[in-house]
């Protein structure tokens, strides 16, 4: 048994160890060896041509295996549904959600309010697992926050634009007041690395205009990387007077459950 001494740590090591012997390693000839590369896969330089011969001139490995696969994965999507003239195109959806908004704003709702009443007002065998409902059954704040031509039902002659666009200014003014109450509270954009952003900046800088003390709050944004809009409109720009922000990424199917479960076990204790 030897003592040693390192950096203030004595490590006692029972035996002496010397560089292991490589005299009778196996070998095995490179014939008989499945090898991940083959030479009809290397790829050759590009000269000139069409965008085609750049692209077959790659090589047929890794990340150019998958970008090849993807090409063909988006031109077989696109010859049974794009090209039909039929992605977005189900009925259902178009007439249900677009009545839903254009009969809710004509009462007076917003966009949330107005497609959660519909849900719980109607037969669908499924309304137990709908958020929307879900806030409309509760009476939570669910606020949708459109551009016009993003969404699907737009495609469908029940959308109509004016109803559409009344609904989600309602909205945006319904969330501007809860995040005049944002004192001390917590924010989460979850995924959203466009529109949500932007709306939560325009609210905040709304309620602070009437006078609304929101300042020393939590910002979080999740979502698979970290886009500059969440970066700068929910991070660090309504940080500035105060507060905390934090960047979580990683899959939503996982990451917000995890979050949840940690929540609610925490409010058991």
Known sequence: MTIQRLQGYIFCVSKEYIPISLKNIKTTSLKKRKSKVRIDELGSPFKSGEFKDFLKSLPDALAVKNLRQIVDAVIRAIDTELCKGTFGMAEETGKGLSQAINQGVKDGRGIGKAVGDYILDNDFPHKKVSILAAASRLNIPATVHVALGTDIIHMHPEAEGALIGEGSLRDFRLFASVVSELKHGVYINLGSAVIMPEVFLKALTVARNL???????????????????????????????????????????????????????????
């Open 211 to 269: 006078g609304h003390d929101v300042k020393n709050f939590t910002t979080v944004n999740m979502d698979f990387i970290q886009h500059y809009r969440c970066r700068e409109n929910v991070l660090r720009r309504p940080m500035l007077s105060g507060g905390k922000s934090y960047a979580l990424t990683g899959h939503h199917e996982i990451m917000f459950p995890l979050l949840a479960a940690a929540i609610m076990e925490r409010l058991k204790a």
